[in-house]
T-cell receptor, first 114, second 112 residues
Framework: GAVVSQHPSWVICKSGTSVKIECRSL??????MFWYRQFPKQSLMLMAT?????????EQGVEKDKFLINHASLTLSTLTVTSAHPEDSSFYIC??????????FGPGTRLTVT | RKEVEQDPGPFNVPEGATVAFNCTYS??????FFWYRQDCRKEPKLLMS???SGNEDGRFTAQLNRASQYISLLIRDSKLSDSATYLC?????????????FGSGTRLSIRP
């Protein structure tokens, strides 16, 4: 299957700071990238969908000003958690999809806000 | 009603058993269907796409029933390594845009 990388794999930051997470499709061009969040023992929650060169579409209840998504190219999308708070601590996972809609997931980023 | 529903389980079956899960979807405009598996604290991994004609990959068989709006996953001769959460994913057209919905997952535990 296709390879998607995510960086960093884990991060600890202080409350009030911002954290940027990168998602890259390494061997294919992703027309669409997705950002998910997963709390312990819960299912994946889609946060937003982004297509290269256009604004991200956020799911209901997800603050676009808090979770900034940039999808500058067909192989890179970034998620910035601004002014992070302890309740933002979670497992953030990106996925990339081509025209077949098969999603390939990055390994995830575990964010802990202290 | 949720757009994609799965029995959360857990299913606890002995090694070597055959186990099947279903996943129902509510939108008849659904186009693409997938099964993913997710291990604890890991990202989901694509297990197989589900085609209209059904498809088989080794011990795994996926079926699509459009009339009743469900997909199924059958695992034969289950192995300990099959223990995971299985997620069904449905993609459908929504106001000329594509929308992807994940089921909440079915937990499977294989015991020796």
């Amino acid at each position: 299957g296709a390879v998607v990388s995510q960086h960093p794999s884990w991060v600890i930051c202080k409350s009030g700071t911002s954290v940027k997470i990168e998602c890259r499709s390494l061997d294919f061009q992703a027309t669409t990238m997705f950002w998910y969040r997963q709390f312990p023992k819960q299912s994946l929650m889609l946060m937003a969908t982004s297509n290269e060169g256009s604004k991200a579409t956020y799911e209901q209840g997800v603050e676009k000003d808090k979770f900034l998504i940039n999808h500058a190219s067909l192989t890179l999308s970034t998620l910035t958690v601004t002014s992070a708070h302890p309740e933002d601590s979670s497992f953030y996972i990106c996925s990339a999809a081509g025209r077949t809609y098969e999603q390939y997931f990055g390994p995830g980023t575990r964010l802990t806000v202290t | 009603r949720k757009e994609v529903e799965q029995d959360p389980g857990p299913f606890n079956v002995p090694e070597g058993a055959t186990v099947a899960f279903n996943c129902t979807y509510s939108n008849s405009a659904s186009q693409s269907f997938f099964w993913y598996r997710q291990d604890c604290r890991k990202e989901p991994k694509l297990l197989m796409s589900v085609y209209s004609s059904g498809n088989e990959d080794g011990r795994f068989t996926a079926q699509l029933n459009r009339a009743s709006q469900y997909i199924s996953l059958l695992i034969r001769d289950s192995k300990l390594s099959d223990s995971a959460t299985y997620l069904c994913v449905v993609n459908f057209l929504y106001s000329s845009a594509s929308k992807i919905i994940f089921g909440s997952g079915t937990r499977l535990s294989i015991r020796p």
